[in-house]
């Protein structure tokens, strides 16, 4: 079982930055992909970006590059790893619930479905 906390959502100004993190713990939850995803009441997950397990591969939302920054750090002796996404220049389109994820897979997907475990999610508010 791999255990997944977000902390980091909160109120900004358009064009302001906000910093998510994400901590997985559990059995080899260092080795796997995670992503981030974002919803809107009425709407589906989104994806946000996501990571592979070693950090070497990142891929992001079109519209989303460029703002937003994800990065991990693995702790293999813990058994952790932390994701943080960082996101900067923010729009009142950026208003969601951010959740992050973990895939029990090395092969990576952008499909919410595609992802085993989740985080309760963090409210991230964007005004105007």
């Known amino acids: 079982q791999i255990h997944l906390v977000e902390s980091g959502g909160g109120w900004v100004q358009a064009g302001g930055s906000l910093r998510l993190s994400c901590t997985a713990s559990g059995p080899t939850s260092s080795r796997y992909n995670m992503g981030w995803f974002r919803q809107v009441p009425g709407q589906e997950r989104e994806f946000v970006a996501g990571?592979?397990?070693?950090?070497?591969?990142?891929?992001?939302?079109?519209s989303l590059e460029g703002r937003f920054t994800i990065s991990r750090v693995n702790d293999e002796v813990e058994d952790k790893c932390t994701a943080t996404l960082q996101m900067n220049s923010l729009k009142t389109e950026d208003t969601a619930v951010y959740f992050c994820?973990?895939?029990?897979?090395?092969?990576?997907?952008?499909?919410?479905?595609?992802?085993?475990?989740w985080g309760q999610g963090t409210q991230v508010t964007v005004s105007s």
């Open positions: 990571i592979s397990w070693n950090g070497h591969i990142t891929e992001y939302e079109d």
């Open positions: 994820a973990v895939r029990l897979s090395v092969i990576f997907t952008r499909r919410a479905s595609g992802y085993d475990y």
